[in-house]
Protein backbone atom coordinates (compact mmCIF):
# COMPACT_ATOMS: atom_id res chain seq x y z
CA UNK A 1 0.00 0.00 0.00
CA UNK A 2 2.89 2.48 0.98
CA UNK A 3 6.33 1.99 -1.07
CA UNK A 4 8.81 4.12 -0.60
CA UNK A 5 11.43 3.83 -2.80
CA UNK A 6 15.10 4.96 -2.97
CA UNK A 7 14.48 8.49 -0.99
CA UNK A 8 16.86 11.02 -0.39
CA UNK A 9 16.55 14.13 1.48
CA UNK A 10 19.08 17.07 2.36
CA UNK A 11 18.90 19.90 4.53
CA UNK A 12 21.84 22.95 3.50
CA UNK A 13 24.40 19.97 2.06
CA UNK A 14 23.70 17.39 4.94
CA UNK A 15 22.78 14.39 4.14
CA UNK A 16 19.67 12.67 6.10
CA UNK A 17 18.07 10.23 3.96
CA UNK A 18 20.25 8.71 1.34
CA UNK A 19 18.16 5.75 -0.21
CA UNK A 20 15.51 4.80 2.02
CA UNK A 21 13.34 2.18 0.63
CA UNK A 22 10.53 -0.39 1.37
CA UNK A 23 6.89 -1.78 1.49
CA UNK A 24 4.41 -1.31 4.04
CA UNK A 25 1.22 -4.13 2.98
CA UNK A 26 -2.83 -3.39 3.64
CA UNK A 27 -3.07 -3.48 7.08
CA UNK A 28 0.49 -3.96 8.54
CA UNK A 29 2.04 -1.96 11.26
CA UNK A 30 5.78 -0.98 11.19
CA UNK A 31 7.98 0.20 13.72
CA UNK A 32 10.50 2.72 12.45
CA UNK A 33 13.28 3.07 15.14
CA UNK A 34 16.72 4.72 14.99
CA UNK A 35 19.22 7.04 16.99
CA UNK A 36 17.88 10.53 17.38
CA UNK A 37 18.51 12.93 14.54
CA UNK A 38 18.60 10.03 12.35
CA UNK A 39 15.68 11.11 10.23
CA UNK A 40 12.78 9.42 11.45
CA UNK A 41 10.36 12.40 11.56
CA UNK A 42 11.70 13.54 8.10
CA UNK A 43 10.94 10.44 6.43
CA UNK A 44 7.41 10.41 7.87
CA UNK A 45 6.90 13.56 6.53
CA UNK A 46 7.54 12.33 3.39
CA UNK A 47 4.97 9.76 3.75
CA UNK A 48 2.66 12.68 4.72
CA UNK A 49 3.15 14.31 1.69
CA UNK A 50 4.18 17.95 3.76
CA UNK A 51 7.53 17.33 2.78
CA UNK A 52 9.29 16.71 -0.93
CA UNK A 53 11.93 13.84 -1.29
CA UNK A 54 15.19 15.14 -3.54
CA UNK A 55 15.22 12.20 -5.26
CA UNK A 56 13.08 8.89 -5.01
CA UNK A 57 9.03 8.57 -4.53
CA UNK A 58 6.46 7.59 -1.92
CA UNK A 59 3.87 5.74 -3.85
CA UNK A 60 0.79 5.11 -2.03
CA UNK A 61 -1.76 2.69 -3.76
CA UNK A 62 0.08 3.26 -7.16
CA UNK A 63 -0.06 6.80 -6.86
CA UNK A 64 3.14 8.98 -6.22
CA UNK A 65 2.39 11.52 -4.16
CA UNK A 66 5.26 14.15 -5.45
CA UNK A 67 3.34 14.69 -8.53
CA UNK A 68 -0.37 14.90 -7.06
CA UNK A 69 -1.74 18.13 -7.33
CA UNK A 70 -3.29 20.17 -4.90
CA UNK A 71 -6.61 18.39 -5.33
CA UNK A 72 -5.31 14.67 -4.99
CA UNK A 73 -3.19 15.65 -2.31
CA UNK A 74 -5.99 16.96 -0.11
CA UNK A 75 -7.70 13.88 -0.90
CA UNK A 76 -4.83 11.25 0.45
CA UNK A 77 -4.68 14.02 3.39
CA UNK A 78 -7.89 12.50 4.16
CA UNK A 79 -7.15 9.21 4.30
CA UNK A 80 -4.10 9.84 6.42
CA UNK A 81 -3.98 10.08 10.41
CA UNK A 82 -0.80 11.86 11.88
CA UNK A 83 0.04 11.70 15.59
CA UNK A 84 3.15 14.23 15.96
CA UNK A 85 5.83 14.49 17.41
CA UNK A 86 4.54 16.35 20.85
CA UNK A 87 1.01 15.69 20.65
CA UNK A 88 0.06 19.01 19.28
CA UNK A 89 -3.00 19.99 20.14
CA UNK A 90 -4.55 23.54 20.12
CA UNK A 91 -3.90 25.11 23.09
CA UNK A 92 -7.27 27.12 23.31
CA UNK A 93 -9.84 24.51 22.03
CA UNK A 94 -11.35 21.95 24.99
CA UNK A 95 -10.80 18.81 24.35
CA UNK A 96 -14.05 18.10 22.61
CA UNK A 97 -12.96 21.33 20.30
CA UNK A 98 -9.66 19.80 19.02
CA UNK A 99 -11.01 15.92 18.21
CA UNK A 100 -13.89 18.04 16.25
CA UNK A 101 -11.59 20.39 14.22
CA UNK A 102 -10.22 18.22 11.88
CA UNK A 103 -14.59 17.13 11.12
CA UNK A 104 -15.71 20.98 11.47
CA UNK A 105 -13.24 22.09 8.53
CA UNK A 106 -12.78 19.17 6.15
CA UNK A 107 -16.20 17.04 6.65
CA UNK A 108 -19.73 18.48 5.37
CA UNK A 109 -21.19 16.43 8.79
CA UNK A 110 -23.91 18.22 10.98
CA UNK A 111 -23.23 19.14 14.86
CA UNK A 112 -25.05 16.13 16.14
CA UNK A 113 -23.23 13.72 13.57
CA UNK A 114 -20.09 15.09 14.59
CA UNK A 115 -20.77 16.01 17.82
CA UNK A 116 -21.74 11.57 18.42
CA UNK A 117 -18.27 10.93 16.58
CA UNK A 118 -16.48 12.60 18.36
CA UNK A 119 -17.70 11.71 21.91
CA UNK A 120 -17.18 7.74 20.39
CA UNK A 121 -13.91 8.63 19.65
CA UNK A 122 -13.47 9.77 23.35
CA UNK A 123 -15.05 6.73 25.18
CA UNK A 124 -12.39 4.45 22.91
CA UNK A 125 -9.56 6.15 24.04
CA UNK A 126 -10.67 6.57 28.10
CA UNK A 127 -11.44 10.37 27.59
CA UNK A 128 -14.89 10.32 28.18
CA UNK A 129 -15.66 13.21 31.44
CA UNK A 130 -12.77 15.15 30.18
CA UNK A 131 -14.46 16.48 26.62
CA UNK A 132 -14.46 20.08 27.94
CA UNK A 133 -11.18 20.66 29.66
CA UNK A 134 -8.44 22.53 28.16
CA UNK A 135 -4.92 21.02 27.22
CA UNK A 136 -3.41 22.72 29.81
CA UNK A 137 -5.94 20.89 32.80
CA UNK A 138 -5.02 17.53 31.69
CA UNK A 139 -1.78 14.85 31.86
CA UNK A 140 0.33 14.34 29.24
CA UNK A 141 -1.22 10.57 28.48
CA UNK A 142 -4.47 12.03 28.18
CA UNK A 143 -3.07 14.86 25.73
CA UNK A 144 -1.97 12.11 23.57
CA UNK A 145 -4.97 10.34 23.80
CA UNK A 146 -6.72 13.25 23.03
CA UNK A 147 -4.50 13.69 20.00
CA UNK A 148 -4.81 9.98 18.91
CA UNK A 149 -8.80 10.37 19.07
CA UNK A 150 -8.37 13.56 17.10
CA UNK A 151 -5.99 11.57 14.26
CA UNK A 152 -8.51 8.61 14.21
CA UNK A 153 -12.12 10.80 14.50
CA UNK A 154 -11.70 10.55 10.41
CA UNK A 155 -11.46 6.84 10.23
CA UNK A 156 -7.93 6.88 8.36
CA UNK A 157 -6.84 3.73 5.89
CA UNK A 158 -3.12 4.88 6.93
CA UNK A 159 -2.12 6.38 10.77
CA UNK A 160 1.46 7.39 11.34
CA UNK A 161 2.81 8.25 14.50
CA UNK A 162 5.51 10.22 15.50
CA UNK A 163 7.30 8.98 19.20
CA UNK A 164 3.54 8.47 20.68
CA UNK A 165 4.60 7.94 24.34
CA UNK A 166 7.81 9.47 24.30
CA UNK A 167 7.55 11.83 27.98
CA UNK A 168 4.98 9.60 29.46
CA UNK A 169 5.95 7.33 32.28
CA UNK A 170 5.96 3.44 31.36
CA UNK A 171 2.33 2.51 32.54
CA UNK A 172 0.92 5.46 30.75
CA UNK A 173 3.38 5.14 27.77
CA UNK A 174 2.53 0.73 27.81
CA UNK A 175 -1.50 2.08 28.02
CA UNK A 176 -1.13 4.25 24.63
CA UNK A 177 0.76 1.32 22.88
CA UNK A 178 -2.13 -0.96 23.88
CA UNK A 179 -4.64 1.68 23.15
CA UNK A 180 -2.92 2.14 19.48
CA UNK A 181 -3.63 -1.57 18.97
CA UNK A 182 -7.00 -2.08 19.70
CA UNK A 183 -7.42 1.12 17.69
CA UNK A 184 -5.74 -0.98 15.17
CA UNK A 185 -8.17 -4.01 15.73
CA UNK A 186 -10.85 -1.96 15.30
CA UNK A 187 -9.81 -0.02 11.83
CA UNK A 188 -7.10 -1.96 10.63
CA UNK A 189 -5.50 0.47 9.17
CA UNK A 190 -2.10 0.72 7.92
CA UNK A 191 0.60 2.45 10.20
CA UNK A 192 3.82 3.32 10.64
CA UNK A 193 5.00 4.43 14.71
CA UNK A 194 8.28 6.44 15.26
CA UNK A 195 9.17 4.87 18.53
CA UNK A 196 12.06 4.30 21.18
CA UNK A 197 9.87 1.87 23.09
CA UNK A 198 11.95 -1.16 22.16
CA UNK A 199 11.22 -3.69 22.64
CA UNK A 200 7.60 -2.91 24.31
CA UNK A 201 6.40 -1.69 20.52
CA UNK A 202 6.97 -5.20 19.30
CA UNK A 203 4.13 -7.11 20.47
CA UNK A 204 2.15 -4.89 18.45
CA UNK A 205 3.71 -4.68 15.03
CA UNK A 206 4.20 -6.73 12.12
CA UNK A 207 8.15 -5.21 11.01
CA UNK A 208 10.55 -3.39 12.11
CA UNK A 209 12.99 -0.95 10.16
CA UNK A 210 15.78 0.45 11.90
CA UNK A 211 17.32 3.67 9.87
CA UNK A 212 20.81 4.23 10.65
CA UNK A 213 22.95 6.80 8.48
CA UNK A 214 20.25 7.57 5.97
CA UNK A 215 19.84 4.08 5.13
CA UNK A 216 17.63 1.10 5.80
CA UNK A 217 20.17 -0.78 8.32
CA UNK A 218 17.32 -4.16 8.70
CA UNK A 219 13.86 -4.95 7.59
CA UNK A 220 12.44 -7.84 9.46
CA UNK A 221 10.51 -8.86 11.91
CA UNK A 222 11.14 -8.01 16.01
CA UNK A 223 12.40 -11.28 16.49
CA UNK A 224 14.89 -10.78 13.69
CA UNK A 225 15.55 -7.57 14.88
CA UNK A 226 16.22 -8.44 18.43
CA UNK A 227 18.21 -11.64 17.26
CA UNK A 228 20.42 -9.86 15.04
CA UNK A 229 24.14 -10.10 15.24
CA UNK A 230 24.56 -6.93 13.25
CA UNK A 231 26.95 -4.83 15.62
CA UNK A 232 25.25 -1.98 15.14
CA UNK A 233 22.14 -3.16 15.94
CA UNK A 234 23.12 -4.61 19.25
CA UNK A 235 24.92 -1.22 20.28
CA UNK A 236 21.48 0.24 19.26
CA UNK A 237 19.24 -2.34 21.07
CA UNK A 238 21.66 -2.05 24.31
CA UNK A 239 21.39 1.69 24.28
N1 LIG B 1 12.84 21.36 8.06
C1 LIG B 1 14.12 21.09 8.30
N2 LIG B 1 15.09 21.93 7.91
C2 LIG B 1 16.38 21.65 8.11
N3 LIG B 1 16.83 20.54 8.71
C3 LIG B 1 15.92 19.66 9.13
C4 LIG B 1 14.52 19.89 8.94
N4 LIG B 1 13.85 18.82 9.46
C5 LIG B 1 14.78 17.99 9.94
N5 LIG B 1 16.02 18.47 9.73
C6 LIG B 1 17.27 17.80 10.11
O1 LIG B 1 17.20 16.46 9.67
C7 LIG B 1 17.82 15.59 10.59
C8 LIG B 1 16.84 14.48 10.96
O2 LIG B 1 15.80 15.02 11.73
P1 LIG B 1 14.56 14.17 12.24
O3 LIG B 1 13.71 15.10 13.00
O4 LIG B 1 13.96 13.43 11.10
O5 LIG B 1 15.25 13.11 13.23
P2 LIG B 1 14.57 11.96 14.09
O6 LIG B 1 15.15 10.66 13.63
O7 LIG B 1 13.10 12.11 14.02
O8 LIG B 1 15.11 12.25 15.56
P3 LIG B 1 14.38 12.15 17.01
O9 LIG B 1 14.45 10.69 17.38
O10 LIG B 1 15.23 12.99 17.90
O11 LIG B 1 12.99 12.66 16.86
C9 LIG B 1 18.26 16.44 11.77
O12 LIG B 1 19.64 16.71 11.61
C10 LIG B 1 17.45 17.71 11.62
O13 LIG B 1 18.12 18.81 12.13
MG1 LIG C 1 11.66 12.65 15.37
Given at each position: MIKIENLQKSFDGHEVLKGVSFEVGKGEVFALVGGSGGGKSVLLKHVAGLMKPDRGSVTVDGKEIRGSGKKSLRIFRERLGFLFQGG??????SVFENVAFPLKEKSKLGRNVIREKVMGELENVGL???????PSQISGGMVKRAALARALVEDPEIMLFDE??????PVTGQSILKLIDSCHRRLSFTGIIVTHEIPKVFTIVDRVIMLHQGRVRLEGTPSDFLESRDPVIQAFLNG
Open positions: ALFDSLSGSEHRYPTTGLD
